[in-house]
């Protein structure tokens, strides 16, 4: 059964969905309070990727997790950094997909322009902390009591990862739709599958 990490496509609405679906309803893990339906997740793919990538990591004809970059502020001295987040469904958990789409994921967003990535871990959360500390991300600071949920408030510990050195005069990124025809993104993709028989899992917060 082959395994491969593609863009996702607003078809893939229901199996994000279902992949979110525990992080909303179950855990602080996110900060949503409702989980969002499949044709809310197929908007969020579609309105996302004319950007920034999203991608999925497809086991066979399943979809087993995915991560996504998103803006980190809106001002525009802030477009060369990102927010990233990966989710993978309960029964893929600890093969390997959060380290393969992170590592497609920052492929691309090196490929881009990118230079830092920022990840926001709902504490406690001892295996997220370590699983991006494993990937190259370092402590920046906590957010104490940053948001109520299930009955109580929750402190966020922010991360960063550089991408790419931090020159002066840097181009914009670049859009995503601009770079999928470069050879350099299908390796990107590429690069993760490599990571999957090797890398511990756990469930990084988005």
Known sequence: MGTRIRLAIPEDGAALSAIYAPAVSDRATSFELDVPSAAEMARRVASLTLRMP??????????????YASPHRDRAAYQWSVEVSAYVASRMQRRGVGDALYTSLFAVLELQ????????????????????????FKPVGVYRGVGYKLGRWHDVAWFERPLAARTADPLPPRPLPDIVSDARFAAA?????????????????G
């Open 113 to 136: 322009g990118f230079r830092t990535a920022y990840a926001g871990i709902t504490l406690p959360n001892d295996a997220s902390v370590a699983f991006h500390t494993t990937l190259g």
């Open 54 to 67: 999203w991608l999925v990591c497809e086991h066979g004809a399943e979809v087993a997790g995915y991560a």
């Open 189 to 205: 993709l590429l690069a993760g599958v490599a990571r999957l028989s090797s890398s511990p899992e756990t469930t990084p917060r």
